[in-house]
C-alpha cells in the first residue's frame, strides 16, 4: 500500500452500509440471532461474490442483511465500518442505508436509524470522525412504497441529511420517482441518486433535471455523451465513482479501461469511493490504490480526487477547512 495514499486524508461519499458486511459478521449476526444460513461457512459465503453484473450482486447484497434484526445489530454493522475507516484515515462520511429492505421484513424504522446511528455519534465523540446518513429508494419497488417510505421516515427527520436512489437500475429510470424526490425536496432533504452505473447516460440528465438531484452516484456512464461531460464539468456536479464496484460488477472489464482520468482531465468534479466494500474487495485505500496500480493515477491526480470529495460533501465551509 502506498504511504501517499495511507496518510492522505479522506473523504467518503458512497457507502452503503448494509455493504459493509464481511462474510465474517454475516455468520456472526447469524449464530446471534438463530438463523440458519444457505452457506456452509464464511468462505464458501465469500466465494459466491464472483459476480456478472448488478443484479447478481444485488440478489446476494439483500440475502446477507437478513441477519439486521436488532439494534445492536445495527451498531455493530455500522460500527465495524467506522473502526476500519478510521484507520485508513478517512475523516468524514456519507453513508446510504436501504430502509426498505429492512422494513418489509418487519424491521421498524426506528430499530435501523437508531442502531445506525448511535454509532455514528460515537465515532464523532471518539475520533470526530463526522458524518452524514442518506436514506435511500429501492428504484426497483415502486413510487407509492417511497413515498410511503418517506411518510415512515418523519420521526428520523432530524437524523437524516439527504434522500437516495439505489438497486437494479435498468427499467427503473429517474421519472418513475420525479415526484416522491419533488415532496422530499420540500421537506428540506439533500438529494442524490444513482444514475449511469449500468444504465445509460440519459439517466444522468434525467436525474439532474427530473429528481433535480445535486450529486451523481457513479455516472460513468457520462462518458458516452460529450455533450453531458461537458455540463457536468461546467456545473461541477459531484459524480461518486467507486472504481473496485465498477471492476467486480463488470461496468468494466478492466481496471485499466476504468474512465476515471478521463473525467478528471475533462474537469469533472470526480470522487473516490468504495461503494459495498465487504462485496467488493476494498475499502477507501484500496479503491484508491487500484487507480494507481491499475489505471496509472498519480498522486497529484489522486489528491486532486480527494479535494473534490471534500467540495463535494455536505460539510460547512468552517468544517470542510477544518478537514485538511
Ligand atoms: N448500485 C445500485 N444499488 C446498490 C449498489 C450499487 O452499486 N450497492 C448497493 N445497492
Ligand atoms: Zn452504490
Redesign the pocket.
Known amino acids: 500500500m502506498s504511504a501517499f495514499i495511507e496518510q492522505l486524508p479522506k473523504v467518503e461519499l458512497?457507502l452503503?452500509i448494509e455493504g459493509t458486511l464481511e462474510p465474517e459478521m454475516v455468520f456472526a449476526l447469524a449464530r446471534r440471532n438463530g438463523i440458519t444460513l444457505d452457506y456452509a461457512d464464511e468462505s464458501a459465503l465469500r466465494a459466491a461474490y464472483d459476480f456478472r453484473d448488478l443484479q447478481s450482486f444485488l440478489d446476494l447484497y439483500y440475502l446477507g442483511m437478513q441477519v439486521l434484526r436488532t439494534e445492536q445489530d445495527y451498531f455493530d454493522m455500522t460500527w465495524a465500518y467506522l473502526e476500519r475507516v478510521h484507520r485508513e484515515r478517512v475523516r468524514h462520511t456519507e453513508i446510504f442505508f436501504d430502509p426498505q429492505a429492512h422494513t418489509d421484513r418487519g424491521i421498524p424504522l426506528a430499530v435501523v436509524v437508531g442502531g445506525i446511528h448511535r454509532a455514528l455519534e460515537q465515532a464523532q465523540r471518539q475520533w470526530g470522525l463526522s458524518s452524514r446518513l442518506i436514506m435511500s429508494f429501492l428504484r426497483h419497488l415502486s413510487e407509492e412504497a417511497a413515498f410511503d417510505t418517506l411518510r415512515q421516515a418523519e420521526p428520523f427527520r432530524h437524523l437524516l441529511a439527504g434522500i437516495g436512489l439505489?438497486s437494479s437500475e435498468r427499467g427503473n429510470p429517474p421519472a418513475k420517482f420525479s415526484r416522491v424526490y419533488a415532496l422530499a425536496r420540500e421537506q428540506g432533504y439533500r438529494l442524490v441518486a444513482?444514475a449511469g452505473e449500468e444504465g445509460p447516460a440519459s439517466y444522468i440528465s434525467d436525474a439532474l433535471d427530473l429528481l433535480r438531484v445535486e450529486r451523481i452516484?457513479h455516472g460513468v456512464a457520462a462518458t458516452q455523451d460529450p455533450a453531458l461531460m461537458r455540463r457536468l464539468a461546467r456545473e461541477r456536479i459531484p459524480l461518486t465513482v467507486?472504481p473496485l464496484s465498477n471492476l467486480r460488477l463488470r461496468v468494466v472489464q478492466d481496471m485499466a479501461d476504468h474512465p476515471m482520468l478521463t473525467l478528471l482531465a475533462e474537469g469533472l468534479c470526480v470522487t473516490v469511493n468504495s461503494?459495498d466494500p465487504a462485496y467488493f474487495g476494498g475499502y477507501m485505500n484500496a479503491n484508491y490504490q487500484a487507480l494507481q496500480d491499475g489505471l496509472g493515477a498519480s498522486d497529484g491526480e489522486l489528491l486532486q480526487m480527494a479535494l473534490n470529495s471534500v467540495e463535494a460533501c455536505w460539510l460547512s465551509p468552517e468544517e470542510k477547512a477544518a478537514l485538511v
Do not use: V
Open positions: 458512497h452503503h439505489d444513482h452516484d467507486c461503494d
